[in-house]
Structure formats: C-alpha cells, structure tokens
C-alpha cells in the first residue's frame, strides 16, 4: 500500500490547513489510518487516527477540538482538517496505515505498517 501525504505549507498562528492522505490501496476505508507529526530531534508524535469501517476517531490530547480528520471513500483519501494552528504544530506530518491494528496500538507509530512521504507544515507567529 503506497501512502502520500499532502496540503502541507506556510499559514500563519490562528490559520488552518487540510492535508491529504491518498492512497494507493483499493479500499482505504479497511485501514486504520493515522497521522503523526515530528519535529527534527524528536520523535514522532501521534496526531489522531481514523478506524477503519467505523470511522470513529481518536485524537492527541493536543489537537482535541482543533484537528478533525474525516476520509471520503469515493476518493479514498482521508484528510486532516487542522485549525486554530499555532507554532507548536510546525512539523512534518504523516500519514499512516494497517489493516490490522487494535485500538490499544492506534496511538504508537511502531505498529503501521504502512507510511507515506511526510509535508512539512509551518506555522508562523
């Protein structure tokens, strides 16, 4: 499964921004798909995630009521809708997927199996 992650760029403090998530894979909507984030130096921070075919989803303490990620089936994309973006967001984000994940492993990064190219989002003050 081929993963790119786009929509990334320069907004300003209080600004928002949608990254995409496409994917190669026939059916997104059977994957977990995360989004992480990192920050040269440090490790890669988990965002939120969307489950597959429930599409309930879960989210860092964080982003909580600032970033929503929804998937749209028919163009088996899922999307980070982030708004209310400070500087502490500037990072490269991620996404990720796996088809077989449980919920107790949606927030640690090791467990995907599968990742797309990271977009640089920066936020400026």
């Known amino acids: 499964v081929q993963l790119q992650a786009s929509g990334g760029g320069l907004v300003q403090a209080g600004g928002s921004l949608r990254l995409s998530c496409t994917s190669s894979a026939r059916s997104l909507n059977r994957y977990v798909v995360g989004w992480f984030r990192q920050v040269p130096g440090l490790e890669r921070e988990f965002v939120g995630t969307i489950n597959r075919n429930t599409g309930h989803t879960y989210y860092a303490d964080s982003v909580k009521g600032r970033f929503t990620i929804s998937r749209d089936n028919a163009k088996n994309t899922v999307y980070l809708q982030m708004s209310a973006l400070s500087p502490e967001d500037t990072a490269v984000y991620y996404c990720?997927?796996?088809?077989?994940?449980?919920?107790?492993?949606?927030?640690?990064?090791?467990?995907?199996?599968?990742w797309g190219q990271g977009t640089l989002v920066t936020v400026s003050s």
């Open positions: 990720a997927a796996d088809s077989q994940l449980i919920l107790r492993q949606f927030r640690n990064a090791q467990w995907y199996g599968f």
